[in-house]
T-cell receptor, first 109, second 112 residues
């Protein structure tokens, strides 16, 4: 069983829509990361969470430690948001990151 | 803003040859990692490195692989005798304890 699962696997949205990507994990963690990977391949860190909620621009990330679940929301989606969004967890603050399978998002104008 | 740099961006090598992938982590970071991503698959952990030694390695990281931090700035991944299945994107990352992960742009390794 994978330690990190994401849903949906693929998502197509119209520009302006509110988007939610879900992540569930099965291990105890010190931090959860949301990452963005563009078609060129580079990976960019969006959020690092250990509790509660964080907001950066149109992106919001939440985590429920008891339920081992996190969500990434994108408000007023735009075609430039099209990318793969990856949830990843760390068991300790210096441990390797365990990656989820990613959610491929396509935002259509 | 400081960043992790990787070279080369694309490496094409004949099967059986040795390759060295290079990374320059962020200068004050303490933990260094190599990950790989086979086309169409998720990112997989290879190895973590701290205090000039390997702190953890995955099953993928067999005797064909080695890492070094020879001069306090570069962090290299060597594959001794490449196989077709080593074709992948290789990412270097660095961090401070409890800090954000910083990834390089990756090296695409193609084995012919």
């Amino acid at each position: 069983k994978n330690e990190v699962e994401q849903s949906p696997q693929n998502l197509t949205a119209q520009e302006g829509e509110f988007i939610t990507i879900n992540c569930s994990y099965s291990v105890g963690i010190s931090a959860l990361h949301w990452l963005q990977q563009h078609p060129g391949g580079g990976i960019v860190s969006l959020f690092m969470l250990s509790s509660g909620k964080k907001k950066h621009g149109r992106l919001i990330a939440t985590i429920n430690i008891q339920e081992k679940h996190s969500s990434l929301h994108i408000t007023a989606s735009h075609p430039r948001d099209s990318a793969v969004y990856i949830c990843a967890v760390q068991k300790t603050s210096y441990d390797k990151v365990i990656f989820g399978p990613g959610t491929s998002l396509s935002v259509i104008p | 803003e400081p960043e992790v740099t990787q070279t080369p961006s694309h490496q094409v090598t004949q099967m059986g040859q040795e390759v060295i992938l290079r990374c320059v982590p962020i200068s004050n970071h303490l933990y260094f990692y190599w990950y790989r991503q086979i086309l169409g698959q998720k990112v997989e952990f290879l190895v973590s490195f701290y205090n000039n030694e390997i702190s953890e390695k995955s099953e993928i990281f067999d005797d064909q692989f080695s890492v070094e931090r020879p001069d306090g700035s570069n962090f290299t991944l060597k594959i001794r005798s490449t196989k077709l299945e080593d074709s992948a994107m290789y990412f270097c990352a660095s961090t401070l304890p409890g800090g954000w992960l910083h990834f390089g742009d990756g090296t695409r390794l193609s084995i012919l």
